[in-house]
């Protein structure tokens, strides 16, 4: 089944302590599209600028990924700059340039409207509101938001759950828009606001997904190197609904495997720059890998 | 299979956001034997002050831990102070009185010395290598460490690691020790010095176990309500050896169970100040939780 997502498409200048890169392509949309991609069609509703040669977008097409969604504006693509420290789950923000990203408000075209599976990338909370009005009757919506907006646009956001299937978030996000610091409380609470199911996500220490009373926790793959952990949530949320949506299942056993796909994927981007492994990765790369967390996590009884 | 467990009791003042016990019996010896004698026969060793009442180890004597082995001398009972923040993994050491524990130094009385399994609890490494020296071929010897050691008795930890089986260490512990921050380069450093198999706690993040080429990750088993981190390593090594010790099986895969075993202790530990949760458990309560573990990370391909 067919995914829309809706997110940005951003120009990052990532520096690890082992590296960096200048305007590398980026953004939710981005990590997002291309880890689904292994797994069902994608269509992207985005904004770029003037600036962004159709070279740089090149990856993506090649991959089967529709970009019509994607609008061309006057000026400059989204841009943003950050920095890690050896802790690599912690980053600063260098400079945030939303350029035309600042003024997005996608008209989404008839022939999407009516798509079963809707990823919301980290926007606005009324722009969400905005694109969930033009969906038709969608499956599965799964949203992401980030501390900006629960600060922020803590109310839309707020009335944003009611109409969410699954919220992905990190842990301190959810801390932060709960005002609970157990994240099992802090589960119940989103829960009780609307979601049926929660999954909040650790970084190098995994993923936990919680409906009603059942939870599920994913560790983290150990890695050798951990390049650069830019995008890695939305690559997981990438691999999570394409699994989802290829295989039209929303049970909890599913949903399960859905998280390890999700993490599968977010392990592969955070071993290189960008996009840069995702792209060269084979179908048979992500199976392994799949039954290597499996292998990680099992034990008999 | 009997195991032999060398450390610490000490009364312990702790604090944290949900409340507040003075000289609560604590110590690493306290925490390892109380969780291991749901399995097997536990003979502690260690020491205590001329002020340490005998109802205090009243509780421990109820388990059937054989007690024999600890040393009273005149002064004072090893004390610690600690306060915990809301973000339970870090803690700040307000006071540290080894007082009596300062000279400790001990023989192991004959009929200890041929005891299969051996637990050194986080000791001077000197002693715990004149401890080695005492005991006959044991089949399984498992130590702990800490920061304190790492720094200031540094090589002859090293020394100490050819002659361990297994290495239970806490994350920031690994990568002081090693110097490299990823775990998986940490464990690799330590299992070339000596041990076979080397196990990273995490706090709430669970654990890993690392074995050769082989890894496996045991979440933190997520609570309502997290209220006394201390002890929570000590009670994690105590199910992990005591499940050993019961089943004598030193397999991959039963150690994978043990570990399991090992974060079951420790997750019901941080529910209560001291062992007062360990003490009010039954072996009922210990499975349900066991399979509540694989019901958290169970999923099939």
New interface residues.
């Given amino acids: 089944m067919a995914i829309v997502c809706v997110g940005s498409i951003a120009l990052d200048t990532v520096k690890t302590p082992f590296g960096k890169v200048r305007e590398k392509l980026g953004g939710s949309a981005t990590y997002f599209s291309v880890a689904a991609s292994f797994f069902a069609p994608v269509s992207v509703v985005a904004v770029i600028g003037s600036d962004l040669k159709d070279a740089k977008l090149a990856p993506l097409k090649a991959r089967g990924i529709d970009l019509r969604g994607i609008e061309r504006r006057k000026g400059k693509t989204f841009r943003w700059s950050g920095e890690y420290s050896?802790?690599l789950n912690v980053r600063e923000t260098i400079e945030t340039h939303l350029n035309v990203f600042e003024e997005f408000d996608p008209v989404i075209r008839e022939e999407l409207r009516g798509f079963p599976f809707v990823f919301l990338g980290n926007i606005d909370p009324d722009l969400q509101h905005r694109i969930l009005d033009q969906m038709i009757s969608p499956r599965l919506v799964v949203t992401d938001t980030m501390n900006y907006w629960i600060s922020g646009k803590r109310d839309s956001l707020i009335k944003l759950l009611s109409r969410v299937d699954i919220l992905v978030i990190n842990d301190a996000e959810a801390r932060e828009l709960s005002g609970e610091?157990?994240?099992?409380?802090s589960a119940r609470w989103i829960i009780d606001r609307g979601p049926q199911t929660v999954i909040i996500k650790?970084g190098e220490?995994?993923a936990?997904m919680f409906r009603g009373r059942?939870?599920?926790?994913a560790?983290g793959f150990?890695?050798?190197?951990?390049f650069d952990p830019t995008g890695a949530g939305d690559s997981f949320a990438g691999g999570f609904v394409g699994y989802l949506a290829k295989t039209e299942d929303l049970s909890e056993?599913n949903l399960?495997?859905a998280?390890?796909y999700g993490s599968t994927l977010a392990s592969f981007t955070v071993e290189e720059f960008g996009v840069d492994k995702l792209l060269e990765l084979a179908t048979d790369d992500i199976e392994a890998r799949?039954?290597n967390f499996?292998?990680?996590?099992?034990?008999?009884?």
């Fill in positions: 050896y802790d610091y157990n994240l099992l409380a650790k220490h995994g936990l059942s939870f599920f926790s560790p150990p890695l050798d190197a951990v056993d399960r495997r998280v390890i799949v039954r499996r292998e990680l996590t099992h034990f008999d009884l």
